[in-house]
Each structure stands twice: as structure tokens, then as C-alpha cells.
């Protein structure tokens, strides 16, 4: 079978200055399994039998700036500008690995090699062991599964019993969720059964690698445009039972049911298909995946689960800081999960939406909507609309078409300006006065003017 084989200016450079210094260098993993795919190539690894050192010197002397990123597995990376355009290559000598068991991720000894056949083998899947020979453009299958399986669109272990791909890495089992779900493939069963009945040896990966994968497969529908690879991926680490090994507290949602009324799913799945139902913005999903994470625990400490946004903010508190977010996705996420049950029937009157939206700030605002659409979505009910979350886009709409100042710094007059007018020296009671106009402005937009500000100061300062 014949492929649009598609080598950039920058790979075929760095295959003659390869060829050059007597090394053969392949393309490798998902740019070839892409390009067969007809997908984007996205990052491009190459692999030669060139030792790292070696590699580093011959291609320093060529003109390349080389990152000796982990030189004790064949690591470096290449950066080689050619055309005007600067290319960055992975660059990884052949090898054979070796892992302690028990899926830690890092082989404890490494063999270089010239032999394809033997660097395929330590891979994780057949798709990802392929290989294009960047001068010839031949491209290779050493296990002589990978075209196929690509073909087939099946995910299938590279060595030959699944269990020694998941052994040698149990983030594999997430890689394996996560490829499923961007590239939309099937799972070949003798991986699968091997993934459910191995996923404990997701348990001594370190917190940083399962965030990583799990930020990838909650994004995974934005990779390559399949519709809802997020949702097919987070189902498939509930059905593997892989989601306790991620985030603890979520799997205490499992078959706790919900008002029939208001919902077809459990606890766990709810929070699944809200998520499913979310834009892809990372704070976003993660809100709607974790916000009801509480309810189990409420239900055990009050008998029901009022107030659950109370418990689901401290749980998924403690799930992202596990997981080494950074504080700015942490404070994002815990705003929306807090305020998640605001206005739940739909009564709020304009002037409180529109203070908690002031307070919230525009952003958060918008995606506590959202969140609330996908929660109505995540219920499996079907409601039509979005109920309350309607009335807060109208209110949303009018403040920004009346300019509502959203901060103080939005108001038609500065601190120093009041105090020149005003005639007073720096202090709190300014700043009291700014926060009085802001509140009034918020209800009032048209009067956020110099003017009426000044005027409405001077009232406030003789009431007091």
C-alpha cells in the first residue's frame, strides 16, 4: 500500500547530516502512524543507532543547537533551523529497555542497539512502532501489526503479551485511554482485559505524569476533531476502574443514585457526562467533572445532600493539589464548583444576578453558564434549555450592552481624581468611597460618569 509520505525541509537536512556521519535516522511512533493516518504530524521523533553522545557532537559541528534531555536513555533534543524555519526533532538512539516490575515508568537499565526490530519491541503499541526511513521514505513495520492495526484503527500492545508493555510503565494504561480517545480507536481485547485486571500499577506513578495524561484525555476531542474523545475516554477509565487511581474521591461516587427526577446517572457518571457536555477549557471541564464529587460524602455526614458544593470544593481541593495543579487552575476550578448551585431554581432576581456576576468577574461568569448548561446535559434527562443559566446570559448580555463597569477600575473617575475634587488625602474612606460607587454603577450603568459620580461622592460623604 502506498502513503502520502510528507518529509519536512528540516527532516531530510538532519537525514544528511546523519548520512553524513554513516547513520541511517527514522522517523518514528505517532508522526508516522499520523501520516499514514492522514492526521497533523505533530511532535517528530527520530531514532538512529547513533550513541546520544556522538549524535550531540556531529550535530553541534553542523550547525544545531542540541538539549541533552536524558542522555542515559539516548535522549536529545534537536533544534536545526533550515529554510528560515527553525525544526525541533527528538532525537533517541535505538535501544532495548529494562523495568523493575510493578510499572514505575523509568527502565532501571538500557541497551543501545542498531536493530529496529529490538527498539519496536520496548514501545508501547503497535501503531507507535513504526518506522520511515527519512532518505529512502520506506516505511517500516517490524512487528508487522502496526500498518494494519492504524489501518484498523486498533490499539494493540507492541511486545508480545500485553502484560509486559503495561508492566514495563503502568501510565501506559492512561497513554492507552488517552490514544483510544483522540484517535478514536477500538482496544484490542488481550490489552483491555490486561489494562482492568492491571490498573493497580497506576499506583506508583508519580502525580505529574497521571496529570499530564489526564489534562490530554480531557482534551483529547480538540487533537484531531473527534466529537466527544473527551467523554469516551473518561467512560473508559470508570470502566477500567482506573479513575481511583487518579482521582481517589470520584470513585466513591459509583452506584450512589440521584433524584430520579432530576437525574438518570450516578454520582460518578454524572459528573462524567457533565463534563462530556463542557466546552473544551480545561478549568471548565474540570469543574464539571469534579463538581459534585462531595454528594457521596455528604449524604454519610448529613443524611442528604444539601450543601454538597460545600464538601465537593474540599474534595476537589485536595484531588488537585495531589495531581500538582498549578494555583491558578485550582483557584479557577473551586470558584466555579462553590458557586455551581447558585440560583439553582431559577428565581434570582436581575440585580443579584448581576452582582454575583460582578463579583465572579466576567470570565468566571460566563463559564459558571456554561457549567450549569453542562450539568443540566450531564443529567441524562434531556431538559430542554438551561434553566436558570438562561436568564443569566440574558443579564449578562444587557450588562455588556449597557457597559457595566466590572471592576472599579472600570469607573468613570480614579482615586486621586475623587481626592482632588473632593479635596481629601489619601485614605481607607477612598477607597470605601470607590467600592460605593462601583456597587451603584453596577445596578445604575448610565451613571458612570465623571459628573454624577462626583455628585453621588459628595452625597455619600455628607450622609456619613
Known sequence: M????????????????FAKHKHKIYLVGGSVRNMILGLPQGDIDVCSAALPEEAAQFLRQEGCTIVEKAMSLGTIEVHLRQGGTRHVFEHTTLRQDYYHKGGQHRPYKVEFTDDINKDAKRRDFTTNALYLDIQTKEIFDPIGRGLKDSADGVLRAAADKAIDTLSDDGLRIMRMVRLCSELDFSIDDELLECAKSNVSLLTDISAERKRQELERILLADIKYGKDKAHLKG??????????????????????IEQKKKYHTHDVLHHGIYSCGAAPPVLVLRLAALLHDIGKPVSLRTAGNMYDHEKYSKMLAKEALEELKFSNKTKAAVLTLIENHMFDLEGRAKPKTIRKRAVKLGRETFEMLIELRCADIAGSGKGFAGCGAAENWKKELDIMIETKVPWTVKDLDITGQELMDELGLEPSEEIGRILEELHSYCVLYPSANKKSLLIGRARKTLKND
Open 2 to 17: 502506498k502513503y502520502d509520505v510528507r518529509i519536512n525541509e528540516g527532516a531530510e537536512k538532519l537525514s544528511e547530516i
Open 234 to 255: 473518561l467512560l473508559l477509565l470508570s470502566d477500567i476502574c482506573a479513575l481511583k487511581y487518579v482521582i481517589a474521591a470520584m470513585e466513591q461516587g459509583r452506584g
